[in-house]
Structures are given as structure tokens and as C-alpha cells.
């Protein structure tokens, strides 16, 4: 699937990991899970205003979401999650990226 990450300046890196391989059939009903690792690896140090922007697969929709700093963190939330059931894309407003952040869909 494809990611797309405005950015003003700086770099960043992205990993985007499924629960389900890309050559498996979904059925109707079947749920599946999208991990998002961002990782700042800029030499400006922080990048605000990070947001992605993911167009999720025909037949797929959203259900919910969560940021995390660290994947270990016991805090998360789901306050920057944006979904647009017209264009089926998730939008996600990390505000400023430090170092990480791990967006579970």
C-alpha cells in the first residue's frame, strides 16, 4: 500500500508492516491490522506538523487507531486519527516528530 508524508523540511523514515501477507483474500469480515514506523532521521532535530496520509485498498475500511511515541509506551492515543469514508483514505496528524512514532491501524 502507499503512504503519502508532507513534509516542509527534514527526512523520514517509514516502515509499513501488515498482519495479512499482500497475496492473501480477505473475506468479508476479516479484520487486519496496519503498523506504521516513523522514524526522524533528519539532522534538524525535531519535524513538526508531521501528518501521513494513507489510502486504504478498495473493500477495506477503517475501524480505529493509535499513536504511540514508543511501542512499548502504555500511553497512546487516537486524537490526530482522521478518517474520510468518501475517499477511504486515514489521515494521521503526529503533530511533531522527535525521534519515532508507531501508528497502529
Known amino acids: 500500500n502507499e503512504c503519502v508524508i508532507n513534509l516542509l523540511d527534514g527526512k523520514i523514515a517509514i516502515n509499513l ?3 495479512i501477507p499482500e497475496d492473501a ?4 469480515g476479516q479484520t ?3 503498523i506504521i514506523n516513523l522514524k526522524n532521521i533528519s ?23 493509535i499513536i504511540k511515541d514508543k511501542w ?16 477511504n483514505t486515514v489521515q494521521i496528524n503526529v503533530g511533531t516528530l522527535s525521534i519515532t512514532k508507531f501508528i497502529k491501524l
Open 17 to 19: 508492516v501488515s498482519d
Open 72 to 87: 512499548s509506551d502504555e500511553e497512546e492515543t487516537s486524537e490526530g486519527i482522521t478518517y474520510n469514508q468518501e475517499s
Open 32 to 34: 487486519m491490522e496496519y
Open 25 to 28: 483474500t480477505l473475506h468479508n
Open 43 to 65: 539532522a534538524e532535530g525535531d519535524l513538526a506538523n508531521t501528518v501521513v496520509t494513507m489510502a486504504l485498498p478498495e473493500g477495506i475500511k477503517f475501524n480505529n487507531g
